[in-house]
């Protein structure tokens, strides 16, 4: 397997070695792409616009599966050089749209601070796919919409009309499960009932974008819902009577040996913990209570 392949039909995948961006071949000259990967790896754009004229491919769109910048980050090169559309889904088209919008989630770090890295993940829509819609016609092509929230609020699944899903994030492989000490849901109760969903989908193949191509997902569904609940008992058994979120974020990061560099990687470990929090005390594993101007939790059982 190259690093651009035939999934099936005229739904092919381009693997950057950090993401997989599905190509729907609307013709000999002409695509759509499912997401359009990171521009934070150094050479990742120039891969992907090499790789596209290699094939003698032009993009007329682009679907973007949600708005975290490892999936929006090409869309700027893209635009400029095709000229073409940006499609998104729900909220997150108006929240990647701009830097101001995206400021708002970056709440712990200094605007001045966040202006370059916030630049870079502007996601430009072009186009906003109203919420509720089940299909997408481009170029007289049908594109299925399925909304799949979760790891991100507005996160969707892209079905082609190779009957082949494009399903982001909703669901991470075998490899990248191993190596992950805290996967990321904003919404973890929400986000298993998606993987269910996606897993009682029959579709022929699933592009997966942290990595790889699946024939069937029961099984990884499942695993995928099993590596959460255990890293929120692992989170659990770091709260002890009285901490603050503050105290909590500090003994997961030295339970589980996360490497923090710098503030901004202490404020992305935050966004990362916060829904295990959130979690545990939806399904009253800890409890919160407020005292002397802090929010203080504890274990329950």
């Given at each position: 397997?190259?690093?651009?392949?035939?999934?099936?039909?005229?739904?092919?995948?381009?693997?950057?070695?950090?993401?997989?961006?599905?190509?729907?071949?609307?013709?000999?000259?002409?695509?759509?792409?499912?997401?359009?990967?990171?521009?934070?790896?150094?050479?990742?754009?120039?891969?992907?616009l090499?790789?596209?004229?290699?094939?003698?491919?032009?993009?007329?769109?682009?679907?973007?599966?949600?708005?975290?910048?490892?999936?929006?980050?090409?869309?700027?090169?893209?635009?400029?050089?095709?000229?073409?559309?940006?499609?998104?889904?729900?909220?997150?088209?108006?929240?990647?749209?701009?830097?101001?919008?995206?400021?708002?989630?970056?709440?712990?770090?200094?605007?001045?601070?966040?202006?370059?890295?916030?630049?870079?993940?502007?996601?430009?829509?072009?186009?906003?796919?109203p919420?509720?819609?089940?299909?997408?016609?481009?170029?007289?092509?049908?594109?299925g919409?399925?909304?799949?929230?979760?790891?991100?609020?507005?996160?969707?699944?892209?079905?082609?009309?190779?009957?082949?899903?494009?399903?982001?994030d909703?669901?991470?492989?075998?490899?990248?499960?191993?190596?992950?000490?805290l996967?990321?849901?904003?919404?973890?109760?929400v986000?298993?009932?998606?993987?269910?969903?996606?897993?009682a989908?029959r579709?022929?193949?699933?592009?997966?974008?942290?990595?790889?191509?699946?024939?069937?997902?029961?099984?990884?569904?499942?695993?995928?819902?099993?590596?959460?609940?255990k890293?929120?008992?692992?989170?659990?058994?770091?709260?002890?009577?009285?901490?603050?979120?503050?105290?909590?974020?500090?003994?997961?990061?030295?339970?589980?040996?996360?490497?923090?560099?710098?503030?901004?990687?202490?404020?992305?470990?935050?966004?990362?913990?916060t829904?295990?929090?959130?979690?545990?005390?939806?399904?009253?594993?800890?409890?919160?209570?407020?005292?002397?101007?802090?929010?203080?939790?504890?274990?329950?059982?």
């Amino acid at each position: 397997m190259g690093n651009f392949f035939c999934v099936k039909g005229n739904t092919w995948c381009i693997d950057t070695k950090t993401t997989m961006i599905g190509v729907y071949r609307l013709n000999e000259r002409d695509a759509v792409l499912l997401d359009s990967g990171s521009a934070f790896q150094p050479d990742e754009s120039e891969f992907i616009l090499n790789t596209l004229d290699a094939e003698g491919l032009g993009v007329k769109a682009v679907i973007a599966t949600h708005g975290h910048w490892d999936h929006t980050g090409n869309n700027r090169a893209l635009r400029e050089k095709y000229d073409c559309r940006i499609y998104m889904y729900g909220s997150e088209a108006y929240t990647s749209k701009n830097i101001d919008n995206l400021r708002f989630m970056w709440s712990r770090m200094a605007f001045q601070e966040m202006r370059p890295l916030l630049a870079r993940m502007e996601a430009l829509p072009t186009d906003y796919i109203p919420e509720g819609e089940t299909e997408l016609e481009i170029c007289g092509r049908k594109f299925g919409i399925l909304h799949t929230p979760g790891h991100s609020r507005s996160h969707i699944a892209i079905l082609t009309e190779d009957n082949v899903a494009m399903i982001g994030d909703a669901i991470m492989t075998e490899q990248v499960l191993r190596h992950s000490k805290l996967p990321y849901a904003e919404n973890i109760a929400v986000d298993f009932r998606t993987k269910r969903k996606l897993a009682a989908l029959r579709c022929d193949r699933y592009i997966l974008s942290h990595k790889g191509v699946l024939d069937d997902l029961r099984e990884i569904a499942e695993q995928n819902i099993s590596h959460y609940i255990k890293r929120a008992e692992a989170v659990a058994s770091c709260v002890q009577d009285g901490m603050s979120f503050d105290d909590i974020a500090a003994a997961v990061i030295m339970d589980m040996h996360i490497h923090i560099r710098t503030r901004f990687d202490f404020s992305d470990i935050c966004v990362m913990i916060t829904p295990f929090v959130q979690y545990l005390e939806e399904i009253g594993r800890i409890e919160a209570w407020y005292e002397n101007g802090y929010l203080r939790y504890r274990r329950k059982r």
